[in-house]
């Protein structure tokens, strides 16, 4: 049961061959069995999840037409809101926090039918890329349980891939969706920015987060994608989209992006990475696709303005978090000191880290140098793309440039594991979608990265479907 996809679930379902009820017990077992040694959730939801699955099994006994994800088992990570449940974005600073409404996905998927089973770990607030900055625990890859699962929604890519849900939802600010889809060997999918409401998410970079799916095959992603994409009144960047029409293959042109995967890039990416990548390119070769070098020449720029850009959007979003409105509240001789140890006790180290290098940047004499500055830059990167989308379909680099790599070897240095999001980030700083693809390979698993012009996620599905 745990291999079945959406298409599955339904065929199944319908076919009475099992119950929604069976299937989410079948779940939460497996669940019991095996997370506590994969650390994918942090809390489970076990009586909603029942009732959903109820209400799906009468609907069909009463034999009525069920809706897209009808009795679809997902997992949520835990910095988007599910009513009644913890969400803590795995930090001490909102450990007992109760979210009072839905996230405006998770009430759109409901609706669909699905059932949650839980919330899954991350790092806090989403800082990072090994989902080891988590204040509860450490989520371990499932390919191989002394490797990390990716980050930040390493317990949503581990879940779906250990098969302890049947997809789930992430979120991606400068590549937390496809970087652990890349090291756990599913799909991922960064959405267009606008394209998913972000309302009942926990902000960290507002400009940059969106909500997106992660899956066990593009079919999958798809689907999750479709239900929870589209305009909401409660997120006034959000919008409705169009599908796009089928792509003729034949004159499919792929760009390959020199400073990314050139001959001097590919010196930095690890060879199972670099092969990978080859015979992906080599399958849309043969297949009649052309193949084409094109150059974006603000990429080395990426980096530097996204630890500028997300930081300072957090110092921001993360000011609410003053032991008065939400969470954790320490005692103190007056206002200030209430401040002050909530916040000391509140956060970890990076998410410290990130406050204070955007406090620092955005304080006066300061902003002009480093935020200013880099939101031009910023655009230089989105020009990039714009201009490369007039010659090709779609771009493709690697997710990452290692394969999962082992618990503890990066925590100590945090520049090293900043430079494991080089070729994610452009995307969020462009808005543009990008969905990781999981590569056929013969030890850990590695992801190619597809990028697409603005709302042309169906022409990203139709692309990995190929490779499929
Ligand atoms: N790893 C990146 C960071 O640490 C991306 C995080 C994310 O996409 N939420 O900021």
Redesign the pocket.
């Known amino acids: 049961m745990d291999s079945l996809t959406i298409k599955g679930i339904r065929e199944g379902l319908k076919g009475r061959r099992f119950s929604a009820k069976e299937l989410s017990d079948f779940y939460f077992k497996k669940i019991e069995k095996e997370d506590s040694e994969l650390g994918c959730y942090l809390e489970l939801a076990k009586e909603t999840a029942l009732n959903q699955a109820d209400k799906i099994d009468n609907l069909i006994s009463e034999g009525l037409d069920i809706p897209s994800l009808a009795g679809v088992p997902v997992a949520v990570k835990d910095n988007i809101l599910v009513e009644g449940l913890k969400s803590t974005a795995s930090s001490f600073m909102l450990k007992n926090y109760i979210s009072p409404y839905d996230a405006s996905c998770v009430k759109r998927i409901k609706e669909e039918g699905a059932v949650v089973l839980g919330k899954t770990n991350l790092?806090e607030f989403?800082?990072?890329?090994s989902t080891e900055n988590s204040a509860f625990k450490t989520t371990k890859n499932p390919k191989d349980k002394s490797r990390v699962p990716g980050?930040?929604s390493g317990g949503s890519a581990a879940a779906v891939s250990a098969g302890l849900c049947c997809c789930a939802l992430g979120?991606?600010?400068?590549?937390?969706i496809r970087?652990p889809a890349s090291f756990c060997g599913v799909f991922g999918l960064k959405p267009t920015y606008g394209a998913v409401s972000r309302y009942g998410l926990i902000a960290?970079a507002s400009s940059l987060d969106q909500i997106g799916p992660l899956a066990k095959n593009a079919e999958d992603a798809k689907i999750l994608f479709n239900a929870i994409k589209g305009k909401d009144k409660k997120d006034s960047t959000s919008i409705e989209m169009e599908e796009n029409g089928e792509i003729d293959f034949k004159k499919l042109k792929i760009g390959i992006p020199k400073e990314y995967f050139g001959s001097e890039a590919k010196k930095g990416i690890e060879r199972e990475v670099v092969s990978a990548i080859e015979s992906a390119i080599k399958k849309i070769e043969d297949m009649g696709g052309r193949v084409e070098e094109i150059s974006l020449p603000n990429t080395k720029y990426a980096l530097s303005v996204y630890y500028m850009v997300?930081t300072c959007e957090a110092s921001c979003n993360l000011a609410r978090y003053d032991g008065i409105k939400y969470g954790l509240s320490e005692k103190g001789e007056n206002l200030s000191e209430v401040y002050f140890n909530t916040r000391a006790k509140g956060f970890g180290a990076e998410v410290k880290r990130r406050i204070m290098l955007g406090t620092f940047a955005l304080s006066s004499g300061y902003y002009d140098a480093y935020y200013l500055k880099s939101q031009k830059v910023r655009t230089g990167i989105k020009e990039d793309f714009e201009k490369s989308f007039k010659k090709v379909d779609a771009i493709f680099t690697p997710v990452s440039p290692t394969v999962a790599f082992k618990i503890g070897e990066k925590t100590q240095d945090p520049l090293s594991m900043?430079l494991s999001?080089i070729f994610t980030i452009s995307a969020n700083l462009a808005g543009i979608p990008a969905l990781s693809v999981p590569l056929k390979t013969k030890g850990l698993p590695v992801g190619l990265q597809i990028l697409g012009n603005y709302f042309e996620e169906s022409k990203l599905f139709q692309i990995a479907k190929l490779l499929e």
């Open positions: 790092d989403a800082m990072g890329s980050g930040s979120s991606d600010t400068g590549g937390s970087q960290f997300s900043y999001d």
